[in-house]
């Protein structure tokens, strides 16, 4: 419990911190400098550059990851009854904690103002590769960790099916072993020799093929913690159970099959990779689509379900009995609502050809703030109200409640207005990733989607006062109640019959699937990487890439 607080209250730190820059990029998307105030506040802070990478990095990579750390370990071990290697538990939390700490230092000091893609050939100081390599290598104690665990319970439990939660748990940190390997070839292949000095410069089609490989399957890593919680959580928060624990482990495994050979569908516009290869992977992104859809249809179902337990009756009318004065509810249904356009436009991201009229515009932080600060982030913040009473004892009052309430209506509602204005800015034709406030009266005709991405940037600013506020009232008080701390994990009953018993079994051969999984990605990637390293010419003598 200590060890997963600890992840919890690293992960909300960084979210809150990465989180207060979001208000000036909203500025800067309405034209408004804000940035002279802001050197002004905090003088480290030299550019909009530096604002975006700082609000990038922490949003994005680290409280996502620091969260996944926290969830995806804690349920397993609470549903097995199994502790995990502690001594380990720890080493994962400090490489992540110093790991996280150097790499602040040049973000801080402006020495890292590489974005948190941090494409070649922008150059960030040593200290920041180094310090994100062991932050992500962290994440591998957090896999072995897991797969003890599963070893362990396998051992007591012979010819078994791994119990559901566990089940989502050890094909997600799979499929993150899978997907991590780009990131950790391009750091230690290229970014971390080039900041130390020892190769003179980095091909960035390269250093882009590798990122990416790892690149779109971090927002499947980001996104399958919310989506454990949504299945092994939200049905009993609403009430009911969750209607089929075959639909919920075949969403998880084609996860572990297709969030890796995707990775082309952020290079459409990159050159040096044969079309044909864009294609299978611009094809392979609308079957990674397939199990979001199939997990729409699962949950609407079960929140049916657990409305019609509760007397909810009609075609729609189900809907209002559900428990409304439930953060722990709201805030993760809130997020999928939002997940709906979001899912939507990542479709169209995904077209071979659609995506040449939105992308490197303001459309795509349109979409992922959908995504990735909405759904993702909604949920994280509704899981508080079950996990933190569980985790430190201290209860949560009416009030607190209500204050939640409010808060995850305002961070839907603020998120949703900003992505409207984003996606039609982007439509407009303003860029993404652009200082556009240093030129007055940029892009004139995105003037009304502009006052839009403002309007949303002060809802969130609102809603996340309040969050800190209520999150610092929990935390702080001096209050415990033992009976809360002992409390079971709230899991979901799940239904699940004789006729699923085959299917399930298949589904339960984890060390076949990985293998099949990493052959796609052999596959899909093998033959642009072999032409890509063969291209390398590096001059003798020179160790230019
Ligand atoms: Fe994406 C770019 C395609 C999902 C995040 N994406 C990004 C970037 C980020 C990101 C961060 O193909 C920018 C990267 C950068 O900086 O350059 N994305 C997709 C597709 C999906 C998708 C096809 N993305 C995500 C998720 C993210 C995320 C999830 C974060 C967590 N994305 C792309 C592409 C690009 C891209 C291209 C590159 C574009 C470019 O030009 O650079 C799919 O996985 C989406 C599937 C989702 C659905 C929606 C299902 C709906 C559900 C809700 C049901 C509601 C219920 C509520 C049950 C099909 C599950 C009922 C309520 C009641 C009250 C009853």
Known sequence: KKLTLYFLVLGFVAVIVGSLFGPFQALNYENVDAYPLLKRLLPFVQSYYQGLTLHGVLNAIVFTQLFAQAIMVYLPARELGLKPNMTLGWVSWWMAFLGLLLAALPLLSNDATVLYTFYPPLKGHWAFYLGASVFV???WVSIYLVLDMWRRWKAQNPGKTTPLVTYMAVVFWLMWFIASIGLVLESVLFLLPWSFGLIQGVDPLVARTLFWWTGHPIVYFWLLPAYAILYAILPRQAGGKLVSDPMARLAFLLFLLLSTPVGFHHQFADPGIDPLWKMIHSVLTMFVAVPSLMTAFTLAASLELAARMRGGKG??????????????????????????????????????????????????????????????????MGSLYWLLPNLTG?????????????????????????????????????????YIAQVPDAYPQAAVPMVFNVLGGIVLLVALLLFIYGLLSVLLQS?????????????????SGPEDRRSVAAMDR???????????VLLAYGPTLVQLFSNLNPVPGMRVW
């Open 137 to 139: 290598l962290s994440t």
């Open 315 to 380: 075609l729609l009318g189900w809907i209002r009995t559900l428990p409304w004065d439930n953060p722990a509810f709201v805030a993760p249904v809130l997020g999928l609502l939002g997940f709906i356009p979001g899912g939507a436009g990542g479709m169209v991201n995904a077209s071979f050809t659609l995506d040449y009229v939105v992308h490197n515009t303001a459309w795509i932080p349109g979409h992922f703030h959908l995504q990735v600060a909405g759904l993702v982030t909604l949920t994280a």
């Open 394 to 434: 201290k209860p949560i009052s009416d009030g607190q409640r209500r204050l939640g309430l409010a808060v995850v209506w305002l961070w839907f509602i603020g998120m949703m207005i900003m992505a409207l204005g984003l996606h039609w800015a982007g439509l407009l034709g303003v860029p993404r990733r652009s």
């Open 479 to 495: 209050r415990r109640e033992v009976a809360l701390a002992e409390a079971e994990v709230p899991f979901a009953e799940v239904i």
């Open 510 to 520: 984890i060390g076949f699937w990985f293998a099949v999984a990493v052959i796609l």
